[in-house]
């Protein structure tokens, strides 16, 4: 099955609702956001946005950032509550059993980039403290050698600072930078997953270190 062009009307119209009355306003005052490279995300299509992780913040400003529907993991329990159900289906959520292998978690990414989506991937796979990646995973760059689309790397700078030593959001001033494609692996072989996985951490580190 081929990717198709565009997310659904229903996803698009939901993001941009929630997108430009809470997330971006917040972005750009609270947070006095930055984002650099947003022209480099691609129009339509799936692509595999790479990001580091600092903050429980860090998925909508992600997807704020990139311009379209970004599609993330969510455990499944939170698909059995009826009305949240249906919401976060339609902001691309996707059910992720986290009991078991991480088989149904790639097997759900490349469902919603089938379906034209940006998929969403921390590409340490867990929060780290200062934001840097320090052991990147194997998943993103598995996934897109399965689907042949591209890597797209974003770096959060300023995130890991929202919450220090605070029950309340922070205004700490963020900065979103946006790299350039990344081409996906030509096949599964261990080297070559590794290979591309490194180029997205450092590319992404390099990112970070230019700071504000």
Avoid at 77 to 101: C, T
Avoid at 150 to 174: C, D, M, Q, Y
């Amino acid at each position: 099955m081929t990717a198709r062009e565009r997310e659904a009307v229903a996803n698009l119209v939901l993001y941009h609702l929630s997108k430009w009355s809470i997330i971006s306003p917040l972005l750009h005052t609270y947070f006095r956001g930055r984002i650099y490279g947003a022209e480099k995300v691609p129009t339509s299509g799936g692509a595999i946005a790479v990001s580091n992780h600092a903050s429980y913040f860090d998925p909508p400003i992600l997807s704020s950032c990139i311009g379209r529907p970004v599609a993330f993991m969510a455990k499944e329990e939170l698909f059995k509550v009826p009305l949240l159900k249906n919401a976060i289906k339609l902001y691309g959520a996707y059910p992720v059993n986290r009991r078991s292998s991480d088989r149904s978690a790639i097997r759900s990414a490349i469902k919603a980039l089938e379906a034209g989506w940006i998929t969403g991937i921390f590409l340490q796979g867990t929060r780290t403290p200062d934001g840097r990646i320090t052991q990147p995973k194997l998943g993103a760059a598995l996934i897109a050698a399965k689907t042949q689309v591209p890597l797209i790397p974003v770096s959060l700078w300023g995130t890991e600072k929202i919450l220090s030593n605070s029950l309340f959001p922070r205004p700490i001033p963020l900065t979103i930078r946006i790299g350039d494609a990344i081409a996906p692996p030509q096949s599964t072989n261990k080297d070559e997953l590794t290979a591309i996985t490194q180029k997205c951490a450092e590319t992404i580190n390099t990112m970070l270190d230019l700071g504000r």
